[in-house]
């Protein structure tokens, strides 16, 4: 069985890694979702094993987020917020400064994949308003998106495996890494400015207010004022919780539930609506991963 489970581990990985193999409609999820049955069809786990292996705890905690995310897009808070904070840029290196932090801490607290396919339409509509160079500012999205969501237990799915397993508390976690966070913010600002010095001669420019309205043409900015009345105050409160869960005994997966719950239950979005937007193909590659590693592990 050990054998088999080297096999599979290797085949799985390989369909990860090499998403397009000659002859196969494979990709990440599906490869994962192929290793977990295999697993159990050559019966290195049995079913009930398979079923333990998948850590719960963290499905709950993103599928909570997922819901409380969905909504928060729907009503285009972060449409919101990425044209109001930017509108306040005059010059390229302050827009690229805006843009690393807004990113950054948005990713802490928000899962950090999200907000780069968020926040990615709207730079690129600022960037071209402005008329300046849209690539140093989407490198540094990314890169900045992965340096804040480093910085608390719900900013990645690596760091909610990490956090729920070793019992650090969220206060705890984000006061360890907070400091390296930011100062990997302002790395990234400094080493983009180098590599791309022609893209900040440019004295100063002026974001045109016009240019960030939702219009037919401008979709991305589109918000609803209404709805966010209800989703904001649910994310906020969710946010206070994850600091008092020790203090209020319960944990962070709980609290992102009830907040999914709260969102779907009082939010002005239908909840078929939002539903439909969570990332249901990430939350299977996750559980299937899960049953993977613990074949690999299980010894004779």
């Known amino acids: 069985m050990q054998y088999a489970a080297l096999i599979i581990f290797i ?6 890694i090499f998403t397009r193999l000659p002859k196969m409609n494979i990709d990440r999820p599906s490869a994962a979702f192929f290793g977990a049955v295999s697993m159990v069809l050559f019966g ?3 079913f009930d094993e398979a079923i333990r292996a998948i850590d719960f ?13 969905s909504t928060l897009e729907l009503d285009g808070f972060f449409s919101l917020i990425a044209s109001s904070t930017l509108s306040y840029s005059s010059t390229p290196l302050r827009l690229l400064t805006i843009l690393t932090f807004v990113t950054g801490i948005s990713s802490a607290f928000l899962v950090n994949d999200a907000v780069v396919l968020l926040f990615t339409p709207v730079i690129i509509l600022i960037c071209r308003s402005v008329k300046v ?14 340096v804040g969501s480093a910085m608390t237990i ?3 799915p ?3 495996l990490i956090g729920l397993n070793s019992g650090i508390s969220y206060n705890n976690f984000l006061l360890q890494l907070l400091p390296v966070s930011m100062a990997g913010m302002a790395i990234i600002v ?6 791309y010095p022609s893209d900040f001669k440019k004295q100063s420019f002026q974001v ?3 240019s960030l309205k939702p219009t037919d043409a401008n979709p991305e900015f589109a918000y609803d004022f209404k709805s966010m009345r209800t989703s904001v105050p649910i994310f906020i409160l969710v946010l206070l919780l994850f600091f008092l869960s020790n203090t209020i005994h319960l944990s962070i997966p709980l609290i992102a539930l009830v907040g999914g719950s709260l969102i779907l239950l009082l939010g002005r979005i239908k909840p078929s609506k939002v539903i439909r937007q969570v990332d249901w193909v990430l939350l299977l590659f996750f559980a299937s991963l899960f049953i993977v590693v613990r074949g690999f592990e299980k010894p004779d």
């Open 11 to 16: 085949l799985t990985y390989t369909g990860i």
């Open 44 to 46: 290195v786990l049995s």
């Open 57 to 69: 705890n963290t499905i709950a905690l993103l599928l909570g987020m997922m819901i409380i995310i």
């Open 133 to 146: 160079n849209p690539l140093p500012y989407l490198i540094a999205e990314i890169l900045a998106s992965n």
């Open 154 to 156: 719900t900013g990645n």
């Open 158 to 160: 690596q760091n909610m």
């Open 190 to 195: 400094l080493v983009v400015k180098w590599m």
């Open 208 to 210: 045109k207010t016009s």
